[in-house]
C-alpha cells in the first residue's frame, strides 16, 4: 500500500493560528504551531504569518512539503467560502477582502481547502471525534459567542451566504420579548448561552435571588472581575442552587436550539464544545432531558447527545479534514 | 439525441392521490389522476390503489410502461425514507409499517423513489418552479398544518429519522408562553402560521377588539361554520383592520420560521406555498418586510422571499422529480 496522505490545517483566530500535519486517519503528528494572528499589523503580514505557520507545522512533524498532499485553512466569518476569502471579519480588523485560499495555494503549490472555523470545528468531530461513527451531525460551540456548523453525509452545509450553521442566531424567544444579542437583535441563542450571556443571566438571577444561601453570590460581590461561566459551573457542580439554576436554565436554552436543529436537519447526533462542556457529564445529561422534553417525539427519541472530544484542536483537525475532502471522502 | 424520459410521479394524500407522467423537464404530460386513497380500507387496497393510480396517469398520457424510466412516489409522515416505508401517519389510519416503495417497483419492475410529501413538494419547486434557478432552498408549505421541505445542490435533507424540513415544528417562542400547538408541543411555528391557527388567532384578536368597525367581526359572528383563513384574508386585501392585522401576525411569524432557516441552511430562495399564498404579492411583501428585519443582515441582505408557482401539483412533479434523480441531476 501506498504511504498514508497527509494534510496540513490551519485555524486562523482573531488572537492566535493554530496549524498542524494530520494524518489520512485524523491523527495529527504533533503538537499544533501556535503564532500570533497580530490583525492589526494587516492583512499582507497576515496572509505571511498563516504561511509561516504552515511550515513550522510542516517541520514540527519532521516532513517536508512534498510530503503534503493538500492544505485547509479555516477563518472566522464574515467570509466567502466559495470564492475563497475573507471579507470583513469583527475579530480581524482592519482586513477586508483577503485572498486566504489563492494565497496559500500560491504559495505551496497545493490544492487548499477553505472553510468557516466553526464548520472546520464541526467537520473534525464529524471526522474523528465524538461523532465520528455518525453519518450527520450538528456541532454547537460554546464560547464568548455561539457557533455552530451542520454536517450531512460528509458535505459541510455551507450556505448560500457563507452563514450556514450560524446556529447562535438562531431566535429561541420572539424579538419582542427576546435578551439582547450582539448581534442587534433579540431572542438569540447567542443571547441566553454564550459564557458571556451566563454570565449576564447569573448577575440578573442573584439581584433576585430568594433561595438558599449562595456562595456564588458572596464570590460574585467580592470578585467581580474574575466571575467567570467557568465559576458559576464550579459552583455548580458543588450543589450552589443558586448556580444550579443558572446552569439548569443554560441548559434549557441550548435544548431550545437542539430541538431547532432536529425540526430543521434532523441529525444523527448534536454535539457541543467550548469552555462549558468541560463540566461533563451531569451538564451533558441536563441538556439531554431539556431535549427529549422539548424536541419532535419521533427523531428526538433517537437522536444523541454528545460532547466534543477535539477540544481546541476540532479546528485545524477539520481544516486538514477538508483538505482531505478535496481528494477523498470520509472512510 | 435519444427520445427524452419520462418519469411518474405519484403523490399520496389522506384524502385523495394524485399521479402524472412528467417529461425530463419537468412538464406533465396530461392533468393529474385523482383517486381517492380510502384509508380506512386497509393498506393491501391502498397499495394496490397507488399502482392503479400510476396505470391510469400513464395510459392519460398515451404512454405504456416501456416509456417510463422510473416511477416517484411521496406520502405523508411519519415514514422511514430509506427503508421506503410509510410507518404510521395520523391521516392514512390503520395503516402501518406500508412497504410502498418496493410494492411499487415490484409491480412495475422499474426504479422507483420514495420521499415525504413536503420534500417531494420542494423538490418540485426547486425543479422546475418558485426556485429553480436557485442551487438552494427551503420551502414552507401553509395549510392545516406547516410543512417544509430543504433543498442543497439537488440534495434533499431527508434527516436521520426522516423528520428534515418539520419546519412547523420549529419553535419561534418559549415553551412557558408559546401557543399550544397540535403536535403537544408549545410554541411551534406551526401553532401560529397554519390556516386552522390564523383562524384562532383571528378569533382571539376579535374578542380584544378595540379598532375600526369590522366587517370580517360581523361575519363571524353571523357564519361561524365558514370562518376560514381564506375569508380573513379577503376581507385584508379589502382593508379590513382587524383582518390586517390577523395576517400582518401570521408574516411576521412565518418570517421568524425563515430567520431560523437562514441561520441554519442559509438557503439562496425561501418559498411559501399552500392557500394562503393565493393572496399574492402584498402578502409576500408583508413577509419580505420582516424577513428582512429579522433574519442575520449579511445573509437575509440577498435571500429571495418567494411564493410557490406549481400548486398542488407540486408533490407529484417532485416525486417525478425524485425518481429522475436516481438516474441523473438538475440540469
Not at 447567542?190 to 458571556?196: G, L, N, R
Amino acid at each position: 500500500m501506498a504511504q498514508q496522505a497527509k494534510f496540513v490545517g490551519l485555524d486562523v483566530g482573531g488572537t492566535t493560528m493554530k496549524s498542524a500535519v494530520v494524518t489520512d486517519d485524523g491523527r495529527p503528528l504533533s503538537a499544533p504551531v501556535v503564532m500570533d494572528t497580530n490583525p492589526e499589523r494587516g492583512q499582507d503580514e497576515g496572509l505571511e504569518t498563516m504561511c509561516e505557520t504552515i511550515r513550522r507545522a510542516v517541520a514540527a512533524a519532521n516532513l517536508t512539503m512534498n510530503d503534503v498532499a493538500a492544505i485547509g485553512v479555516a477563518t472566522p466569518g464574515l467570509m466567502d467560502i466559495k470564492a475563497g476569502l475573507i471579507l470583513d471579519p469583527p475579530n480581524l480588523k482592519p482586513w477586508k477582502n483577503v485572498p486566504v485560499r489563492e494565497h496559500v495555494a500560491r504559495c505551496f503549490g497545493k490544492p487548499t481547502a477553505y472553510q468557516n472555523d466553526a464548520n472546520a470545528a464541526a467537520y473534525g468531530e464529524f471526522w474523528v471525534g465524538a461523532a465520528s461513527e455518525a453519518k450527520s451531525m450538528v456541532l454547537f460551540t460554546l464560547g464568548t459567542g455561539v457557533g455552530g456548523g451542520i454536517i450531512i453525509d460528509d458535505a459541510i452545509i455551507e450556505g448560500e451566504h457563507s452563514h450556514g450553521g450560524e446556529l447562535g442566531h438562531m431566535r429561541i424567544a420572539m424579538p419582542d420579548t427576546g435578551r439582547q444579542c450582539g448581534c442587534g437583535a433579540r431572542g438569540c441563542l447567542e443571547a441566553y448561552a454564550s459564557a458571556t450571556n451566563v454570565v449576564r443571566r447569573a448577575r440578573e438571577d442573584m439581584a433576585h435571588w430568594r433561595g438558599a444561601p449562595s456562595k456564588l453570590r458572596d464570590y460574585y460581590t467580592a470578585n467581580d472581575d474574575e466571575f467567570t461561566a467557568k465559576v458559576i459551573f464550579r459552583h455548580a457542580a458543588e450543589g450552589d442552587e443558586l448556580a444550579l439554576k443558572v446552569v439548569d436554565d443554560t441548559a434549557y436554552y441550548l435544548a431550545l436550539g437542539a430541538s431547532a436543529v432536529i425540526a430543521t436537519v434532523d441529525p444523527e447526533v448534536i454535539v457541543f464544545g467550548g469552555g462549558m462542556v468541560a463540566a461533563g457529564e451531569w451538564f451533558r445529561s441536563k441538556i439531554d432531558v431539556y431535549v427529549k422534553r422539548f424536541g419532535l417525539p419521533f427523531p428526538t427519541r433517537s437522536v444523541k447527545i454528545a460532547f466534543a472530544s477535539l477540544g481546541s484542536d476540532a479546528g485545524f483537525i477539520g481544516a486538514a479534514g477538508c483538505a482531505r475532502l478535496l481528494v477523498q471522502k470520509k472512510a
